[in-house]
């Protein structure tokens, strides 16, 4: 089933084209990626799609049933409710449903409907049907698929009653795309999901995305997610878009067989149209050849000749070099406690760089990883511990805020105050290698959108040709061509690299080592992150199987002692299984008293007197949940203790 057609599309800003003549289909299931460089038009095709936009000419086809969900860049959801109270608001007609299956419950409890065959048995057709539909739509599941979603976006149970209002930003964000998810479009589209997600949220994310009943559109520069998620990848460049079967790594070399393809195609056609030219040139003004060279000119001017394969999109051209080599060992970090405003973060970091050592820094949102690189660079405060810094180590930090740009400066003042002694020429080859050049080096780096700040700053930081490299998330706001040409520079780059990124396709492609941060310590593993990942694995297997042994032997040193001595194990257990079963007997009671109460409040619901008066059954009503509620809580309580006296009991 199609459920989405976009057919001959065509998108024009004032003079500039956008899209031209875009064809893209998306079936039931289907996962779809867009990519492109920055500024090709990803984000306007999804915009058009999703209705945000117009269009100049050509048709979307949606079917009138198919739903679609759009989540754009930096969304954040702006509400007076709590995280809890937002969520349920997408699951409004399952909540009214449910309220209409307690009506109609109570109605089959009023004798004027249970003594009426009739009556009580359209009341109960109706409420089958409604249980049924209710159960189809996910009724009885709703709540624990939003507790789902929530953890995979790091919301918990202690986070649901946060007003929304009291979130960062990120959060927001992140909440925005829970609710999208809760909501299960038929087509779901995403622009930049993976933004300031952590790694593990990452990988939920995916997983998720795997198993989701629906059709994905999705922008992102995320490659390791992109090979994961999808199937089919759309290339918007030039205007154009071409479609390619397979996930981003098969797009790639797909790519480069077509890209060598069509250059030799293109190499041959030049190569025809100059043996065109020259013949045209050289018998034109002959009579005797004059008609076969007027012949040969309307080949050349009607001929649908190839454009360039490599077009007119230009990559970014640099590299990173170093001023004078360091000593081999680069830095030590002692058991350092980390923070900022007196408030620790991290403790008990321990962490050797040697010389051109290339350390990815991991670990979820908020353990402190830009904060560790900044006590690094000293724009941070030691709060314990220490840290060494090897001979003759020059650092180049790379702020994945931009905070060291300054906003009113132009492009070319911004880097030729730093370097005065530099004449203007050598500047701006500079800044022609990140792509700037002509009028765009006079543009206030405030104006700079995130990818042209990013160049900036990396423009900055090849100039200083420090022999230590600490970055902070440097592929943010690349664009895929960009973080491939950054990733060369890195792989190239003589000097030693500390950094800390999300996307673990760069960390694959830089990293030698990975360190794992946590609020707790620092763990290191040698290799890549597929490496990381698969050590880490067997670690936690390793941790279980080694928990499991001590337990076993720890039951069979405990089965020795009892069989020679009484032992202090022996007695606190004894005393345990007497206070559970002190408790055991208080609860049993309590739940018989309240059991009652249950039984006169369901008996008082069934009186006509009562039941006529619909504020007295409601008072009933909450009073009946309320005691439910308590008598369920005693009833677990009961149960926990129950297995625990038998553990007991079974040694």
Not at 35 to 59: C, F, P
Not at 69 to 84: F, K, P, R
Not at 387 to 403: F, L, P, S
Not at 620 to 634: M, N, P
Request: negative net charge; charged residues 30%; glycine residues 6%.
């Amino acid at each position: 089933m199609i459920v989405l057609q976009v057919n001959q599309l065509y998108k024009s800003f004032v003079t500039d084209e956008i899209l031209s003549g875009v064809k893209l289909e998306v079936q039931h299931r289907d996962r779809v990626a867009l990519v492109g460089r920055n500024g090709a038009g990803k984000s306007t095709l999804l915009k058009i799609i999703a209705g945000q936009m117009s269009y100049d000419s050509g048709e979307i086809i949606i079917p009138k049933d198919v739903k679609i969900g759009y989540l754009e860049q930096h969304a954040g959801i702006e509400s007076d409710l709590s995280i809890w109270d937002e969520m349920m608001t997408i699951f409004d007609s399952l909540r009214n449903q449910e309220k209409k299956l307690r009506s109609l419950e109570q109605r089959m409890a009023d004798p004027a409907v249970y003594d009426n065959t009739e009556n009580y048995g359209r009341v109960m057709a109706e409420y089958d049907q409604l249980q049924h539909d209710f159960k189809d739509a996910g009724g009885y599941q709703y709540e624990a698929d939003t507790r789902s979603v929530l953890h995979g976006m790091q919301f918990f149970p202690e986070d649901y009653e946060k007003p929304i209002l009291s979130l960062s930003g990120g959060q927001r964000t992140r909440l925005a795309l829970a609710k999208l998810l809760l909501s299960k479009p038929d087509l779901l589209i995403l622009d930049e999901p993976t933004n300031h997600l952590d790694i593990e949220t990452l990988s939920w994310l995916e997983n998720y995305l795997k198993g989701y009943e629906g059709a994905i559109l999705i922008v992102s520069h995320d490659r390791y997610f992109l090979d994961q998620v999808v199937s089919i990848v759309y290339e918007v460049s030039r205007t154009h878009v071409s479609k390619y079967v397979g996930n981003y790594s098969a797009y790639l070399d797909e790519k480069a067989k077509n890209y060598e393809r069509d250059l030799k195609m293109f190499e041959r056609q030049q190569d025809e149209k100059a043996k065109l030219e020259a013949f045209i040139q050289k018998n034109i003004a002959r009579a005797s050849t004059t008609k076969m060279a007027q012949s040969r000119r309307k080949v050349l001017e009607r001929t649908d000749w190839m454009d360039s394969p490599d077009g007119d999109e230009r990559s970014a051209n640099f590299g990173f070099t170093i001023e004078r080599q360091s000593g081999n060992d680069v830095l030590s970090v002692d058991d350092l406690m980390i923070g900022y405003e007196g408030k620790s973060i991290s403790k008990n970091i321990n962490m050797r760089l040697f010389r051109e050592d290339r350390i990815a820094l991991v670990g979820p949102n908020g353990v402190g990883k830009s904060t560790l690189l900044k006590t690094i660079v000293k724009d941070l405060p030691i709060q314990s511990g220490n840290i060494r810094y090897g001979a003759n180590v020059q650092i180049g930090y790379y702020d994945q805020e931009q905070a060291k740009l300054t906003g009113n400066k132009s492009v070319l003042q911004e880097l030729w105050d730093e370097w005065p002694l530099l004449n203007e020429k050598d500047i701006r080859t500079i800044l022609g290698r990140f792509l700037f050049s002509g009028d765009d080096v006079s543009k206030p780096v405030s104006s700079l959108s995130g990818g042209e700040k990013a160049r900036v700053a990396l423009a900055k930081l090849m100039m200083q040709k420090a022999n230590l490299l600490v970055l902070d998330e440097p592929t943010n706001h690349l664009d895929l061509d960009s973080k491939e040409v950054l990733e060369n520079a890195l792989i190239d780059y003589p000097g030693t690299l500390l950094f800390v990124s999300h996307d673990r396709y760069f960390i694959n492609r830089i990293a030698t080592k990975v360190v794992e941060l946590s609020g707790t310590g620092s763990f290191e593993y040698l290799g890549d992150y597929d490496y990381y990942l698969e050590k880490k694995q067997e670690l936690e297997e390793l941790a279980e199987m080694k928990a499991a042994a001590e337990k076993a032997s720890q039951k069979t040193s405990d089965t020795i002692v009892s069989k020679t001595s009484t032992s202090q194990i022996d007695k606190d257990a004894k005393k345990r299984e007497r206070q559970i079963r002190r408790t055991v007997e208080e609860l049993e009671k309590k739940m018989i008293e309240i059991s009652e109460q249950i039984a006169s409040i369901e008996v008082k619901l069934c009186e006509p007197d009562i039941f006529k008066d619909h504020e007295l059954v409601m008072k009933y009503q909450s009073e009946l949940d309320a005691i439910k509620a308590e008598h369920d809580k005693l009833e677990l309580q009961w149960l926990e203790l129950n297995d625990e006296l038998e553990n007991i009991i079974s040694g």
